[in-house]
Nanobody, 121 residues
Framework: QVQLVESGGGLVQAGGSLRISCAASGRTSGSLRMGWFRQAPGKEREFVATIGWSAGTTDYADSVKGRFTISRDYAKNTVYLQMNSLKPEDTAVYYC??????????????WGQGTQVTVSS
């Protein structure tokens, strides 16, 4: 089983950038797929981005395409989400997720504890 710990959240002005990280421990090889989700106050958790741990294939929600980039670093067992051109509506708790069995889009196997990202206008 994989364990996930997020870090790097904080307060940033609109138009700014922020990179959040997800450190993975445990079995990270093979068919593992990683993803980022977010949950704003009063809203449901939503998919943001995903990356295949081995192949590196990526996918993004339409709302972040062209602004966010997901990547992974094998040596550090870490997945990143680089967020550029941030908007106040990007404010949310961002969660890292990983899966081998469930769909990364709707039912990942494991979750991190979340990190708060706040974008001021």
């Amino acid at each position: 089983q994989v364990q996930l710990v997020e870090s790097g959240g904080g307060l940033v002005q609109a138009g700014g950038s922020l990179r959040i990280s997800c450190a993975a421990s445990g079995r990270t090889s093979g068919s593992l797929r990683m993803g980022w989700f977010r949950q704003a106050p009063g809203k449901e958790r939503e998919f943001v981005a995903t990356i295949g741990w081995s192949a590196g294939t990526t996918d993004y929600a339409d709302s972040v395409k062209g602004r966010f980039t997901i990547s992974r670093d094998y040596a550090k067992n870490t997945v990143y989400l680089q967020m550029n051109s941030l908007k106040p509506e990007d404010t949310a708790v961002y969660y890292c997720a990983g899966t081998r069995v469930g769909s990364i889009y709707s039912n990942p196997d494991v979750w991190g504890q979340g990190t708060q990202v706040t974008v001021s206008s």
